[in-house]
């Protein structure tokens, strides 16, 4: 008579086949979450033809720095108040200079085409955006800028 051993299987094509499984779905998941993000950041807030917004600009060896009371018109600051040192300075010299929101957001997607390292933004409850973070190379020095958005009033 034969005798016949059990010899225990490896576990690791199982653990193989569950971490495959587990980086797929995972995958998938921040696939589709990053278009559910794009979406909403495409969709969810449509400048309006008059808004007044405060804008601080930090970061990076830049000519727009510091904080600004903003009032746009038909797709264009037409009021720009430097509310401190910095923008007063910048006001001065170059009162074009500072952007409406949908610039701020064209400046988004003009990194991002760019394949900057960093472009991102966050968004309020009610679609516009309240901060944006760029950084075209994480390698270099001085030229990333943050812009925060706040006293976001659309006109009537």
Same mark, same amino acid.
């Given at each position: 008579? /034969?005798? @016949? !051993?059990? &010899?225990?299987?490896?576990?690791?094509?199982?653990? #193989?086949?569950?971490?495959?499984?587990?980086?797929?779905?995972?995958?998938?998941?921040?696939?589709?979450?990053?278009?559910?993000?794009?979406?909403?950041?495409?969709?969810?807030?449509?400048?309006?033809?008059?808004?007044?917004?405060?804008?601080?600009?930090?970061?990076?060896?830049?000519?727009?720095?510091?904080?600004?009371?903003?009032?746009?018109?038909?797709? /264009?600051? @037409? !009021?720009? &108040?430097?509310?401190?040192?910095?923008?007063?300075? #910048?006001?001065?010299?170059?009162?074009?200079?500072?952007?409406?929101?949908g610039?701020?957001?064209?400046?988004?997607?003009?990194?991002?085409?760019?394949?900057?390292?960093?472009?991102?933004?966050?968004?309020?409850?009610t679609?516009?955006?309240?901060?944006?973070?760029?950084?075209?190379?994480?390698?270099?020095?001085?030229?990333?800028?943050?812009?925060?958005?706040?006293?976001?009033?659309?006109?009537?």
């Open positions: 008579m /034969r005798s @016949v !051993r059990l &010899v225990p299987r490896s576990a690791l094509p199982h653990l #193989v086949l569950i971490a495959g499984l587990v980086w797929s779905t995972a995958a998938c998941q921040e696939e589709a979450e990053s278009g559910a993000a794009a979406q909403a950041e495409s969709t969810a807030w449509k400048e309006p033809s008059a808004y007044t917004y405060t804008l601080k600009s930090t970061g990076g060896e830049r000519l727009l720095i510091g904080t600004f009371r903003v009032t746009v018109r038909e797709g /264009r600051a @037409v !009021r720009v &108040v430097g509310l401190d040192e910095e923008s007063r300075d #910048v006001v001065r010299r170059s009162p074009g200079a500072v952007p409406t929101i610039g701020l957001l064209k400046e988004l997607k003009q990194a991002r085409r760019d394949g900057a390292d960093t472009a991102e933004a966050e968004y309020s409850t679609g516009y955006p309240r901060s944006i973070t760029l950084d075209w190379s994480a390698n270099a020095v001085d030229d990333e800028a943050r812009y925060v958005i706040s006293d976001y009033v659309a006109a009537h």
